[in-house]
């Protein structure tokens, strides 16, 4: 329940006062038990739908910083601008130097500033869901190694998350810990090469093994310890290729079970998610390094619910043909299918944009009206209803300086007049909140088609194959 002053807000659309009001409290977030690809409140049987944006001050530049340049008086605006079209849920991005400046510990810093926002979310039941630090407001010399394979960070981070998840493990309004934002395993970092060899020791044990099983004579593996990173080029179904991105996998699923046990061993009441870029799905990478070495299905093991992010960068693209719609609509369904693996589904960004007089040069995007943004996630909604149990839009507002569609991707522009795509997504979240679709099966064309993760992974240009072929699948008659 809302109090009475929150109800007021959505009526007349006024700010928040800044002292404390009295509210209902809000119940902690929990998968329900009963069907477990959906959210309900702790201890009621009421589902919940997660529907609301990415938040961040669009007026504060490029790359925004919330925290450093916290503007209480416009965050208020900005939230009480969210309940009133119906929004429960907002994703924000903590930072390294407003939260983890020196390795292991919470910087007191960005405390007080996020308190405020949790207490403004909380009299207007806004549910939030903050990321792991990142390099938004800049970047310490400590953090510039590799966060997935490097020891040092590892515990680091380790350390943080205890002492940040032990600070709010009693506070409702946090929906869930998002581990980080599109995290991507690297390739040839020292500590990779180094782990690299670990892998294969624990996995084969011996050279004349992972001989037979890469297909080539024992001299040319190397020695055991100094066995070499392989080449990043595409050599479909090779064994070598092959393993070491099941090796990137592994590495992933370390990282993220690491992280989700220090938060439980502090905090058993929040949720535990990762925001995964789409390159999880590997049908569309562009090379065999930019498939993100996270698997969903492996991952998920770690996680309460699984978070994609997609946006329609299949071609043609929603702006550069008619033809664009049908063609990511496919892309995206195939993505969704690959990250169901029997728990909650969010997607945790999406958008495209829509508003630009000029052409945007960063993404080579021509003019567009803005009931262009309309159009493609309207699409994104009917493809995912039924199949996803949370929607956070890309981004809260227009923002200007951006190299990228967060220029024209908001739900308000920039000077705060909601847009078409504002308004239509206002009324989803309205309607779904409280009332989650019936779960939907993915379409016969989709489900009877082979996902060869194998070759998927070690050629870029089996991904390219089978988005054709699934194209041309989706335009058969049953």
């Not at 001050?57 to 916290?70: C, E, V």
């Not at 061993?265 to 070495?293: C, E, F, K």
């Not at 220029?407 to 779904?432: I, M």
Request: proline share 8%; aromatic share 12%; hydrophobic share 40%.
């Amino acid at each position: 329940m809302k109090s009475y002053l929150a109800a007021m807000v959505a009526l007349v659309g006024l700010t928040l006062p800044a002292g404390p009001v009295a509210v209902a409290e809000m119940p902690f977030i929990e998968v329900d038990p009963g069907r477990t690809t959906a959210f309900r409140e702790r201890g009621s049987a009421e589902p919940v739908v997660m529907v609301g944006v990415n938040y961040f001050d669009h007026q504060t530049g490029w790359a925004p910083r919330l925290w450093q340049k916290f503007d209480e008086r416009r965050v208020r605006q900005h939230l009480a601008m969210l309940h009133d079209r119906g929004f429960n849920a907002i994703r924000v991005f903590l930072t390294y130097e407003s939260f983890h400046r020196e390795p292991g510990q919470v910087y007191p810093e960005g405390l007080p500033k996020f308190r405020r926002l949790l207490d403004m979310c909380r009299q207007l039941g806004i549910y939030v869901m903050p990321t792991g630090p990142d390099h938004w407001e800049g970047t310490p010399d400590w953090r510039k190694g590799d966060r997935f394979a490097d020891e040092e960070l590892l515990k680091a981070d380790e350390a943080w998350w205890k002492e940040f998840a032990g600070r709010f493990k009693d506070d409702p309004v946090l929906w869930a810990y998002d581990l980080y934002n599109e995290p991507m395993i690297g390739w040839d970092s020292p500590a990779m090469k180094a782990q690299w060899n670990d892998w294969l020791r624990r996995e084969y044990g011996a050279v004349d093994r992972i001989a037979t099983a890469w297909n080539r004579p024992a001299e040319l593996v190397g020695t055991l310890g100094e066995i070499p990173v392989p080449p990043p080029r595409a050599a479909r179904n090779d064994g070598r290729l092959y393993d070491f991105q099941r090796f990137r996998e592994f590495v992933g699923d370390e990282w993220a079970r690491r992280m989700a046990a220090a938060i439980r061993s502090v905090d058993q009441n929040h949720l535990i998610t990762v925001g995964h870029i789409q390159w999880v799905a590997p049908i569309m990478i562009g090379d065999v390094r930019h498939y993100a070495g996270f698997n969903p299905r492996s991952n998920a093991q770690y996680v309460d619910f699984t978070t994609v992010h997609f946006y329609p960068l299949d071609q043609p693209r929603p702006c550069d043909s008619p033809e664009g719609l049908a063609v990511n609509r496919v892309y995206l369904e195939a993505v969704l299918y690959q990250c169901s693996v029997g728990k909650p589904l969010v997607i945790g960004e999406f958008n495209w944009y829509g508003g630009n007089s000029e052409a945007h040069q960063g993404w080579n995007l021509p003019p567009k009206p803005a009931e262009h943004q309309v159009e493609w996630c309207q699409t994104l909604l009917d493809v995912s209803r039924g199949r996803a149990c949370g929607w956070l839009n890309w981004a809260f507002a227009d923002t200007p300086g951006s190299r990228d569609i967060t220029r024209w991707s908001g739900l308000w522009t920039e000077d705060l007049k909601l847009k078409p795509w504002g308004k239509v997504f206002g009324q989803f979240a309205r309607d779904t909140s409280r009332h989650p679709q019936q779960p939907r099966e993915f379409p016969k064309w989709l489900t009877g088609s082979e996902f060869d993760h194998r070759s998927l992974v070690t050629d870029p240009e089996a991904g390219h194959a089978l988005r054709r072929a699934l194209r041309a699948a989706a335009t058969r008659p049953d």
